[in-house]
DNA sequence: TTTCTGACA
DNA sequence: TGTCAGAA
């Protein structure tokens, strides 16, 4: 059976297994912003090839360089995900995430703006990071 | 049995 | 990060 990479098979325990860390670690990944696990109607967790993927980034990066947690979601904070999704100059001064810079956009409200029916998970801008090098290829594209 | 949330020696 | 409680 072929599986795609963004299809959510792996159960938290799973997902913990392959990647050598705590169920704990994983839900504080998801708690601090890093990850959006799909959620089943039981409200279940299911991690995809694609997302154990982006943990193994998470992990090497939190391991081998200077930076925790919470520099992670400051680095994730910085994206310009109002050039990706091109939402209004209106939009942009009352987002309440344009107008910080502490937590990545899909942390924040999207109540009332263009990312109000929109999943994150599924956002291009969540997924310009799901790998250690796709920052900076999203970020070359949006500055050439 | 497994997972969920929340709390904390 | 680990672990435990109480519920589903």
Not at 28 to 42: T, V, W
Not at 68 to 76: F, H, Y
Request: aromatic share 8%.
């Amino acid at each position: 059976m072929i599986v795609k990479s963004e299809e959510p098979i792996f159960t938290i325990s799973n997902a913990a297994n392959i990647l050598g860390i705590s169920v704990h670690t994983l839900r504080m990944y998801e708690k601090e912003g890093l990850i959006i696990p799909f959620r089943k109607k039981s409200n279940q967790r299911l991690y995809s090839k694609k997302d154990i993927e982006r943990v193994k980034c998470i992990k090497k990066t939190i391991n081998e360089d200077k930076i925790n947690i919470e520099g992670m979601r400051r680095v994730l904070a910085l994206l310009p995900c109002w050039k990706i999704i091109n939402c209004s100059e209106n939009e942009r001064t009352a987002c309440e995430y344009f107008n910080g810079y502490t937590k990545p956009c899909w942390m924040i409200n999207h109540k009332n703006n263009i990312c109000a029916d929109k999943e994150c998970r599924e956002c291009e801008v969540y997924n310009s990071f799901g790998s250690c090098s796709s920052i900076k290829d999203k970020l070359k594209t949006l500055l050439s």
